[in-house]
């Protein structure tokens, strides 16, 4: 595609259910990034993929979240038993190799309610 | 692990002026340093980045400059326009095979 993009747009899900989140990123990109970013913060580290491989998952705020890479292309990030914590824009970057320009997607506004 | 930290957490300007954001890393085989701007409720955008085999680089009105030794970057904007205001944020990574760690953000404030 001709970016990065990322699904649902926005997403209301009540306190204790299971989420999903999108993430396409540009075709042939091997590098894939999840970031956090609630209002008015920085850009938190979550997990990285080179191909469906993730070297990094340091980011992971805890056990609830996980993610995975299929085919080298597709990913989805999946939150647990969501809290009101959880809540923040939920972005999805990719690139050709680990140094080189990361495009972001759009990004996913998760609500917890 | 790379550490990024990233400072003012806001600056303000005038119209005109320039601007000066300043980051240091942690980790010493870092050598790629991107720069990101971010508008309200918009996706993060690369403005400029620089390798660790330069020490400056420079854009119309925008440029970065990489101290190795000292472990700092800088990203300076020119003749700065209400347009520049944004969330500006640094970052850095290892050649292959690690991810990049972003500063906190700065906010920048241009006023007309």
């Known amino acids: 595609g001709a970016g990065v993009s990322q699904s649902p747009s926005n997403k209301v899900t009540e306190k204790g259910k299971d989420v999903e989140l999108r993430c396409d990123p540009i075709?042939?990109?091997?590098?894939l990034y999840w970031y956090r970013q609630s209002l008015g913060q920085g850009l938190e580290f979550l997990i990285y993929?080179?191909?469906?491989?993730?070297?990094?998952k340091s980011g992971l705020p805890s056990d609830r979240f996980s993610a995975e890479r299929t085919g080298g292309s597709v990913s989805t990030l999946t939150i647990q038993r969501t809290q009101q914590e959880d809540s923040a824009v939920y972005l999805c970057?990719?690139?050709?190799?680990?140094?080189?320009?990361?495009?972001f997607g759009q990004g996913t506004r998760l609500t917890v309610v | 692990g790379e550490n990024v930290e990233q400072h003012p957490s806001t600056l303000s300007v005038q119209e005109g002026d320039s601007a000066v954001i300043k980051c240091t890393y942690s980790?010493?085989?870092?050598?790629?340093f991107p720069w990101y701007k971010q508008e309200l409720g918009k996706r993060p955008q690369l403005i400029i980045d620089?390798?660790?085999?330069?020490g400056e680089k420079k854009d119309q009105r925008i440029a970065v400059t990489l101290n190795k030794t000292a472990k700092h970057f800088s990203l300076h904007i020119t003749e700065t326009q209400p347009e520049d205001s944004a969330v500006y944020f640094c970052?850095?990574?290892?050649?292959?095979?690690?991810?990049?760690?972003f500063g906190a953000g700065t906010i920048l404030r241009v006023k007309s």
């Open positions: 970057a990719s690139s050709l190799v680990e140094d080189t320009e990361a495009f």
């Open positions: 620089i390798r660790s085999n330069v």
């Open positions: 970052a850095a990574s290892r050649e292959y095979g690690n991810k990049l760690v």
């Open positions: 993929f080179q191909g469906n491989s993730a070297p990094d």
């Open positions: 980790d010493s085989a870092s050598n790629y």
């Open positions: 075709s042939g990109h091997t590098a």
